[in-house]
């Protein structure tokens, strides 16, 4: 069975950092792309960063300069960093191989003002 299991999340202040990770469990995806994805209060889930398979990552501009996507392969895990944290960053964060549909179960991140 394939698990995604995300943790990390808390209640920070603006300006703080938090680092998100998600354990992969019943496959390796170290060749595959993966990434984060968050979903605010009220709004859709948007990609927050990704990561393709030949390594090369990808961030919209909301996040560009404060958040990184990596994965330590051995471990079979992918790690959010997210620096200068904003309240607009608040939301339910999740991991996913979406070409596969698997989806982790999303930790929450709270930015206060």
């Known amino acids: 069975q394939v698990k995604l299991v995300e943790s990390g999340g808390g209640l920070v202040q603006a300006g703080g950092s938090l680092r998100l990770s998600c354990v992969a469990s019943?496959?390796?995806?170290?060749?595959?792309?993966m990434g984060w994805y968050r979903q605010a209060p009220g709004k859709g889930r948007e990609s927050v960063a990704g990561?393709?398979?030949?390594?090369?990552?990808y961030y919209p501009d909301s996040v560009k300069g404060r958040f990184t996507i990596s994965r330590d392969n051995l471990k079979n895990t992918l790690y959010l960093q997210m620096n200068n944290l904003k309240p607009e960053d608040t939301g339910m964060y999740y991991c996913?191989?979406?070409?596969?549909?698997?989806w982790g179960q999303g930790t929450q991140v709270t930015v206060s003002s």
């Open positions: 996913a191989a979406p070409a596969f549909g698997f």
């Open positions: 019943g496959r390796d995806f170290s060749t595959n792309a």
């Open positions: 990561l393709a398979s030949d390594g090369s990552s």
